[in-house]
């Protein structure tokens, strides 16, 4: 009964490929987010989605890119992946609202490209 | 500009005393809210106690508490009675208001030692 859960946990790929991470939430929240986590532990937000907007962090490439079949899942696809694209990446997920909503992280996907 | 900063990159803390690990946050918006996480070396982010910008006490959840100073716009975590698990990276986060959608930010994280 995982709240929010991530596949693969571990992704280990070449330079070049495209991939995709999985992301679900059980928890019925409406916003779900993609944060990257860099080898100094801080944590950057790629992506904000709920089923009326999409944002995306401006600083982020177009090689990024959520996919959300419905609310409960939003997947992360890289294209062309680059060596500085290895990090862990969270999904996590809070109830649509105001700011006393906390939100609700994944395990986290080790990505580690050669 | 730095919304959120905690300038510990890292603490030392004797098992079973107190601890402080400072935040101190930018906002000109007078709703938001403040959140602390722990990251366990294990990966995992896990909530740990919230404060609001209109709560009127500071913030208890077990033995963390948080010293939340809004003139100062400071919300310091207060671990008491250390133990050895609660060595781990701690991240400070704020949510500004009042509307959905409105993202967190998340300062660099301190990492906690707890020495035995």
């Known amino acids: 009964d995982t709240a929010v859960s991530q596949t693969p946990k571990y992704l280990v790929t070449q330079m070049g490929n495209d991939k995709s991470i999985k992301c679900e939430q059980n928890?019925?929240?409406?916003?779900m987010y993609w944060y990257k986590q860099d080898s100094k532990k801080f944590l950057k937000i790629m992506f904000s989605?709920?089923?009326?907007?999409?944002?995306i962090n401006e600083t982020v490439p177009n090689r990024f890119s959520p996919k959300s079949p419905d609310k409960a899942h939003l997947n992360l696809h890289i294209n062309s992946l680059e060596l500085g694209d290895s990090a862990v990446y969270f999904c996590?997920?809070?109830?649509?609202?105001?700011?006393?909503?906390?939100?609700?992280f994944g395990p986290g996907t080790r990505l580690l490209v050669l | 500009a730095q919304k959120i900063t905690q300038t510990q990159p890292g603490m030392f803390v004797q098992e079973k005393e107190a601890v402080t690990l400072d935040c101190t946050y930018d906002?000109?918006?007078?709703?938001?809210?403040l959140f602390w996480y722990k990251q366990p070396s294990s990966g995992e982010m896990i909530f740990l106690i919230y404060?609001?910008?209109?709560?009127?006490q500071n913030a208890t959840e077990g033995r963390y508490s948080l010293n939340f100073q809004k003139a100062r716009k400071s919300a310091n975590l207060v671990i008491s009675a250390s133990q050895l698990g609660d060595s781990a990276m701690y991240f400070c986060?704020?949510?500004?208001?009042?509307?959905?959608?409105?993202?967190?930010?998340f300062g660099p994280g301190t990492r906690l030692s707890v020495l035995p």
């Open positions: 989605y709920n089923n009326k907007e999409l944002i």
């Open positions: 986060a704020m949510r500004e208001g009042p509307n959905y959608g409105q993202n967190f930010v």
């Open positions: 996590a997920s809070s109830p649509e609202g105001t700011y006393q909503e906390t939100q609700y």
């Open positions: 404060q609001g910008s209109y709560d009127q």
């Open positions: 906002t000109s918006d007078p709703s938001y809210g």
């Open positions: 928890l019925g929240h409406d916003t």
